[in-house]
């Protein structure tokens, strides 16, 4: 018999349905995977387990008492610890900021309740979410379950190592730079970056850059779009607003894509080396995109070398502009502490133009693709990176640099504001999963999560699992 944590979300909401479980069983079985082995992988700073129980116990009601219910009822999730959760400590990442508990709820948060799921606790992120992996100084790093010599990626790697630990079965992340795309790839999961504006980021967002969105971690295709439903909703106040489509995102992954025009892209305005692995995983995802009947060709970066220093200036003024107490900022880590320097450095004026130029190349960019459906490309140069292979002997100027060269794909599409998911379609000689990135129009999610359902099965990997998994 399939154990509970076998069951994708959709299927656990469907079983507490049928009575087949209940929301208690649910979360218990969840509560009871985090308690054992969390210690190997690092995935939560804060486990809420009391609170779990109490809406596990009104979930259970609500089933008795029968009706229009939920449609995500009693499945156990957890949130990102740089979203705010009423009452619950929510750290940042930070030392500086182990005692903050908010007194509201993040949209997204309070939408997700709505829809039925259970929060099991807030998974871990690095400070402020600023690398592309998860290490801080609250407790162990966060580890992929495949070799938990290696880390889960960053920022949202306690959200990865959770869902691929088969602790929930769906994760809330953010995405900045990569950093749901990137724990996706690394712990072999379906990461969804929605197009910026599709996910409220409510009822407080002094983000300036609009670089970050919101979306999951999960395990297949129809539970990512499952999650966009239910947290895809136009919130008062949204500064931008995209109407909801006439047809759910879940009903898109049933609809054939069609024949598609489709770029291959494995080039970034970033310098890197690609491993073997990757590239010819991302070779036969192109082998396997034409075989199924779609038109591929070659295409270019969205954005030239000339933008990435822009870049790097809006995120280090992003880091600068954290309200950090004075008398805690000793407690902040190197790469931290470097990037608000920099950020300190750049005038109003610099800060002013990066962002308009980097808006600028973004709109060339996406003009230059507007022939394409979709764009294909690894979602990072290099598998699974050793725990300490960013910060172990380096200065943070170096530590960054090694980021550059992990990820150089994935946040040009955080300037072009594109929607992006990343699929494990592939795994390394030695058993590592190798995310494969499919890239889509402004607001076409929905022809992305039915290319992405297609390729799903046609390279099936739920067979796939970590040592973990039976544990």
Not at 17 to 22: A, F, K, P
Not at 278 to 303: F, K, M, N, Y
Not at 428 to 442: E, K
């Amino acid at each position: 018999m399939a154990a509970l944590h076998d069951l994708s979300a959709l299927e656990a909401s469907a079983a507490v349905r049928r009575g087949e479980v209940s929301p208690t069983e649910l979360v218990e079985h969840a509560l009871d995977r985090i308690a054992r082995l969390d210690d190997q992988l690092g995935a939560f700073v804060t486990v809420t387990a009391d609170r779990a129980r109490a809406e596990a116990a009104a979930a259970d009601e609500l089933v008795r008492t029968g009706g229009d219910l939920p449609p995500l009822l009693g499945v156990p999730t957890a949130i990102k610890d740089l979203n705010m959760v009423a009452g619950v400590p929510t750290k940042l990442g930070s030392t500086a900021f182990a005692d903050f508990v908010p007194d509201y709820d993040d949209s997204v948060v309070r939408l997700l309740r709505t829809a039925g799921t259970i929060s099991v606790g807030k998974t871990a992120t690095p400070e402020l979410g600023l690398p592309c992996y998860t290490e801080t100084d609250l407790g162990l790093p966060a580890r992929t379950p495949w070799d938990t010599a290696r880390l889960a990626g960053g920022s949202s790697g306690g959200a990865g190592a959770a869902v691929a630990g088969g602790f929930v079965p769906i994760a809330q992340g953010s995405d900045g730079g990569g950093s749901v795309r990137i724990p996706a790839s690394v712990c072999g999961l379906v990461g969804l970056k929605p197009t910026r504006g599709r996910v409220s980021r409510g009822p407080l967002d002094v983000d300036a850059t609009r670089l970050s969105v919101l979306g999951p971690l999960a395990r297949t295709v129809r539970d990512a779009a499952a999650f966009l439903d239910a947290v895809a909703v136009p919130q008062p106040g949204d500064p931008e607003l995209l109407p909801p489509p006439s047809t759910s995102f879940l009903d898109a992954c049933d609809r054939d894509p069609g024949r598609l025009r489709i770029g291959r892209l494995v080039d970034s305005p970033m310098e890197f080396e690609i491993e073997p692995d990757v590239r010819i995983a991302w070779e036969q995802a192109c082998t396997v995109l034409a075989g199924l009947g779609h038109d591929l060709e070659d295409t270019a970066p969205p954005i030239p070398p000339e933008a990435v220093p822009l870049f790097e200036t809006v995120w280090a003024v992003s880091a600068a502009s954290a309200p950090i107490p004075p008398d805690r900022e000793h407690l902040l880590r190197p790469l931290t502490r470097h990037l608000r320097a920099r950020g300190a450095a750049a005038s109003g004026p610099q800060f002013a133009h990066a962002l308009g130029m980097l808006n600028e190349y973004a709109r060339r960019g996406r003009t230059a693709s507007a022939h394409l459906d979709v764009v294909v490309a690894p979602t990072l140069a290099m598998t699974p990176r050793p725990v300490g292979w960013f910060t172990d002997g380096l200065d943070p100027a170096e530590d960054f640099e090694r980021q550059k060269r992990f990820t150089p794909f994935t946040a040009m599409y955080n300037t072009t504001g594109q929607p992006a998911i990343s699929l494990p379609l592939y795994e390394s000689a030695d058993g590592l999963p190798i995310g494969i990135m499919l890239v889509g129009r402004l607001g076409a999610e929905q022809l992305l999560l039915s290319l992405a359902a297609q390729l799903e099965q046609a390279l099936p990997w739920q067979a796939r699992r970590p040592p973990i998994w039976s544990a």
